[in-house]
């Protein structure tokens, strides 16, 4: 926000078609889009503008004013630092493998996922944001103040990571429709909070329950007062985990505004749109939540196999649970060039969902032999593990480096892309960098 004000002549493009593009193009242009990346108010806007809004009323959300569009100050969002912008409107982000390489993922590194708009930034007020503990099957509805839960409930620290269902997804053929995700999409900081369980507990949990379900501040794309961006839930056996958080900080600090401040749920270890940003409700549910992108193909996949491009009925679909074995090679990053006779030390990280990774293995000859990985135990439950090891080339020339992690039942990630799906979850292909080595 801190930019040069400009005058109201700067808010009329000087070519309007290329104007256009810059402010419509699902493609990043180098241009500011701080006013609306850091959810300003319209206030805010206009004093960046140096000048009111009058037809403000008709703005679409998410537009970026001309004014700013002709800047070319890179894309900037609050809190985040080299992140590979996917969408902007809503923002979708994701991280390179190589800013991934810390054993606890840092707030600025943490990929965001949005399905809507969310909660403007200014009008978002720790100090009286609630959250309504509620549902069919809650026997005692109570709101809390942020402060409440914390004096009422003990506080709990886990590392947990959190992966995007559609990470992967721009591996599919034919494309799935959606986020052309990468590698990027998941991420593992700490988060503090109290557990879900302690509080439903202390709202009566009726025996029917069977799910729950979130609610969060942020509101449909189209700007629909009456519709929901994303309001998804877990099986109770999964809410009632330890593990399993109302989240106020990350690595010690606030959530960042766009992963969720000032209050998000995390369940780790599950696709992580069941981890519920700018939380205001949780509902204790008598049958399978049903809130928006429950129903399939939401966050599904067909129950058997299909062949690539097939169409898949509504029943079929089965919901994404814990989520597979994967692994993520971040040092050294892809492309780089090694010297020959000199060992190289590779590292990365492994996960799988509900499960711990048992083995991780690396090939510097495209899967031919592979080596066992040294593998550290996870800190906590659900938190990825740390991998390291060191290869050698045997003459000049183009290699590539793949890991592949195997769960504790034995399951494997696959060395090619996975079952192909309508909307391209869950693929866990072994991960590759290039390294050039002369
Ligand atoms: N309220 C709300 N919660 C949400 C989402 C959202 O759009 N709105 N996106 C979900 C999805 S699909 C994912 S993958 C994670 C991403 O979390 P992050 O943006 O903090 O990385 O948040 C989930 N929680
Ligand atoms: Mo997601």
């Known amino acids: 926000m801190r930019r040069q004000t400009k005058g109201l002549h700067a808010l009329y493009a000087k070519d309007p078609v290329d104007a256009d593009r810059k402010l419509w193009g699902r493609q990043v242009d180098p241009v500011s889009r701080r006013g609306f990346l850091t ?37 900037e969002i609050e809190g985040k630092e080299g992140l590979r912008v996917l969408n902007d409107r809503p923002i979708n982000a994701e991280t390179p493998a190589h800013l991934l390489d810390d054993d606890i993922t840092p707030a600025r590194y943490m990929f965001v996922r949005n399905n809507g708009l969310p909660p403007e930034r200014a009008e978002i007020d720790p100090a009286t ?57 998941v991420a593992c900081p700490t988060f503090t909070g109290v557990r879900l369980r302690d509080v439903l507990e202390a709202c009566g949990i009726a025996d029917d329950a069977v799910y729950i379900g979130y609610y969060g501040a942020d509101r449909h794309a189209s700007g629909a007062a009456d519709k929901e961006a994303i309001s998804r839930g877990v099986p109770m056996e999964k809410a009632l985990e330890d593990e399993s958080l109302i989240a106020w900080a990350m690595n010690g600090e606030d959530i960042p505004y766009q992963n969720g401040y000032p209050l998000r749920l995390v369940c780790g270890g599950w696709p992580g749109s069941v981890s519920g940003k700018w939380l205001k409700q949780i509902a204790v549910r008598n049958q399978k939540h049903d809130g928006a992108k429950m129903a399939p193909p939401s966050y599904s996949v067909p129950a058997n196999p299909v062949a690539p491009g097939t169409e898949v009925a509504k029943e079929d679909f089965v919901t994404i649970q814990s989520m597979p074995v994967k692994s993520l090679i971040t040092y050294p990053r892809s492309g780089i060039e090694h010297a020959q006779g000199q060992p190289m030390e590779v590292r990365g990280h492994a996960w799988a969902g509900d499960l711990s990774v048992s083995e991780v293995h690396t090939s510097i000859d495209f899967g031919a032999t592979w080596q066992k990985a040294s593998l550290n135990d996870a800190p906590n439950r659900l938190a990825w593990q740390r991998f390291t090891t060191q290869v050698e080339f045997p003459e000049p020339g183009y290699y590539e480096v793949w890991a592949r992690a195997v769960d504790e039942n034995g399951q494997s990630q696959p060395m090619v892309v996975p079952g192909w799906n309508p909307k391209g979850y869950l693929n866990n292909a072994c991960h590759r960098i290039a390294v050039q080595v002369g």
Not at 65 to 71: G, N
Request: hydrophobic share 40%.
């Open 39 to 75: 959810g300003s108010s319209l206030l805010a806007m206009s004093a960046v503008l140096g000048a009111s809004i009058p037809f403000a009323r008709f703005m679409p959300g998410g537009l970026i004013p001309a004014a700013l569009a002709q800047s070319d100050e890179a894309f």
């Open 129 to 185: 944001w609630t959250l309504e503990i509620t549902g069919e099957s809650c026997q005692n509805p109570t709101t809390f103040t942020i402060a409440e839960l914390k004096e009422r409930f003990s506080e709990h620290t886990y590392q947990l990571q959190v992966e995007c269902g559609g990470n992967g997804r721009s591996e599919y053929v034919p494309a799935a429709s959606g986020n052309q995700w990468t590698t990027g999409a």
